[in-house]
């Protein structure tokens, strides 16, 4: 071996063993634990400065580190070192001067009197427990890395200088997330933070050293981020939308953890209901009630839109989507929202067959719809917070028209043959059957429970309004249409009260279907499918197998009784 070889790898190897012992050193000199010299305890005889002065050396200490940084970043300090060192030792060389920087700032650091907090009891234990987690969490970050190469050894042993790149979770081509990457992009930057603030004693010294490295951490991690972008183009994007940067956010980690072990339900059929909207049939179709029956019909109007939108959505969250089981449930939704949009656009002839001016109120819907709520989901929701973003909102819609479908299917009513009845049957039925796939699909996403809260009030705002203004368009309707007289106008708003009454509080009970869905939704880990097969931690089921679910299974029995003939459709024609 030649000698200049032998002294490259010799330069490795000290880089690889100052930090190798710097980095434990710094973060015991953080916690102020086991080492003589730490962040409230100064070199032994060294003068105690006081307070101000003191704050200024280790300002100027940090500001030093700083500058380190910053010159060896500098693209003329790197062509400097290039004509004096192999590029192989730059990483090397890195390394050996931020710990040397970091040894000095160290020794010459001024302890600061004065507590910021203590605290006692069980709550200290947590605080030494998190010191302790984050230290952990620097090590297993950093040997999860190729601690070799961040550390520049494999560049000085190998000979091989890598191209600039962050220290990312992969350094193939290829962008891969393992380990403590699956929960946090720089868990790094994680522990340091841990390590730096989990304290149940913090001396104003400490506060001043956390608060800079601090300052040093969010710094190191936007530019890393920028490399990393650099480097994994849009693959790191799509990370970067689903996994938090610095702080972990158990909810989605839990919850896609529930949705992945979670028994899967009957595979969606997507069908034709083979429906024939004639105006056969009571103008008040549904159950003799003029606001269940508004609200149902004006849904007609607003269904094709929304649901095309919905569907729009959902196919291009596909590519997010890297459970082929859950994307192809997502596909069988997608056919059935799309098939619904299909046949409450036939039953709008139907219903103007029956009296109702529904035309103008479709096409005010496709309009809010395509000059509000799309722009709305284009331009707020996914900047925010990427697919997650609108998926958060139709998880809220989907969950809405769900209650609404179990309100209905449970309540019997005697069998009135209308086609739109049974349009509504058949759809109340899959709404059942696919309850979960967006609240699933949201949670493989793993957004954050804020995210999936915010989206489903923006949501239900939505929805509700256009559900009030559909409803009351047609309600001002029914009068004309059941020929009444004046007597009839004049008891009119008596019998909208008592319907309403009865569809919201007495039969239907909507009201306390909604307050009990709000409060289920509010729940941290909810799932559509209840807190028992959520929970349930066998293996998942095959999906074919599966038994249907009851109430979705007595929708189509009633769907067939008032009219329709659903027919599985071939996957192709969906
Ligand atoms: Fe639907
Ligand atoms: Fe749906």
Redesign the pocket.
């Known amino acids: 071996m030649d000698l200049r070889r032998a002294l490259r790898r010799l330069y490795g190897l000290s880089g690889y063993a100052v930090a190798g012992l710097v980095t434990p050193y710094l973060l015991l000199f953080a916690g102020d634990a086991g080492v003589p010299v730490t962040v409230n305890r100064p070199l032994p005889g060294a003068p105690h400065a006081p307070p101000a002065v003191a704050l200024a050396i280790d300002v100027a200490l940090i500001c030093g580190f700083g500058l380190q940084h910053s010159v060896m970043a500098m693209p003329a300090w790197k062509r400097w070192l290039a004509r004096r060192l192999p590029p192989s030792l730059e990483r090397t060389t890195y390394v050996l001067a931020a710990s040397l920087v970091l040894v000095g700032a160290m020794a010459a650091w001024q302890p600061i009197d004065g507590v910021v907090w203590h605290v006692d009891g069980p709550w200290a234990h947590v605080l030494t427990a998190g010191y302790v987690a984050g230290f952990a969490l620097v090590y297993a970050a950093t040997l999860w890395l190729d601690h070799v190469r961040l550390l520049g050894l494999r560049q000085a042993w190998l000979d091989a200088p890598e191209p600039e790149t962050g220290d990312g979770p992969g350094d193939a081509a290829a962008l891969k997330v393992t380990g403590p990457y699956r929960f946090v992009r720089h868990p790094l930057m994680t522990g340091l933070l841990m390590v730096f603030w989990y304290t149940p004693h913090m001396t104003w010294s400490q506060l001043v050293w956390a608060a800079a490295m601090t300052g040093y951490v969010v710094v190191g991690t936007v530019h890393e981020e920028r490399a990393l972008v650099r480097r994994f183009g849009d693959a790191y994007r799509a990370y970067a939308r689903l996994t938090p940067m610095v702080i972990p956010s158990l909810i989605p980690a839990l919850t896609r953890y529930r949705a992945r072990r979670r028994p899967a339900g009957p595979a969606l059929v997507v069908r034709r209901p083979d429906i024939e909207f004639t105006a056969d049939g009571p103008t008040v179709w549904y159950a003799d009630n003029v606001v269940a029956t508004a609200m149902l019909t004006a849904y007609s109007a607003l ?1 094709p839109s929304l ?1 095309r939108f919905m569907a729009d959505e959902l196919r291009a969250a596909l590519p997010d989507i890297r459970d082929p089981e859950l994307a192809r449930a997502v596909r069988d939704f997608v056919g ?2 799309s098939m ?1 949009a299909h046949e409450h656009a036939r039953s709008l002839a139907g219903l103007a067959g029956l009296g109702y001016r529904i035309a103008g109120l479709e096409r005010w819907f496709a309009w809010v719809t395509r000059c509000v709520l799309r722009p709305l989901t284009r331009h707020v929701a996914r900047p925010i917070c990427a697919t997650a973003g609108s998926l958060a909102i139709f998880a809220g819609v989907e969950h809405w ?1 769900a209650v609404m479908a179990e309100a209905v299917l449970r309540q019997p009513y005697p069998q009135i043959y209308s086609p739109v009845a049974a349009l509504y049957y058949w ?1 109340a039925a ?2 059942i059957e696919h309850k979960s796939v967006v609240a699933d699909a949201l949670a493989h996403l793993g957004r954050s429970y804020l995210v999936r809260i915010a989206m489903f009030l923006s949501g239900t705002l939505a929805f509700g309004l256009l559900s009030l203004a559909g409803t009351l368009a047609i309600l001002v309707q029914i009068p004309a249409l059941q020929g009444r007289g004046p007597v009839g106008w004049l008891l009119y708003p008596a019998r909208v009260v008592w319907d309403g009454v009865a569809f919201c509080l007495v039969r239907e009970k909507l009201t306390w279907h909604i307050v009990w869905g709000t409060l289920r939704y509010l729940v941290p880990f909810h799932h559509p499918d209840g807190f028992g097969r959520g929970l349930d931690l066998g293996p998942r089921s095959a999906g074919r197998d599966a038994a249907p679910d009851p109430l979705a299974a007595a929708g189509l029995a009633r769907a067939i009784a008032a009219g329709a003939a659903p027919r599985a459709l071939r996957r192709a024609d969906a």
């Open positions: 269904f649901e059935q929202e619904h028209t759809h899959e709404e």
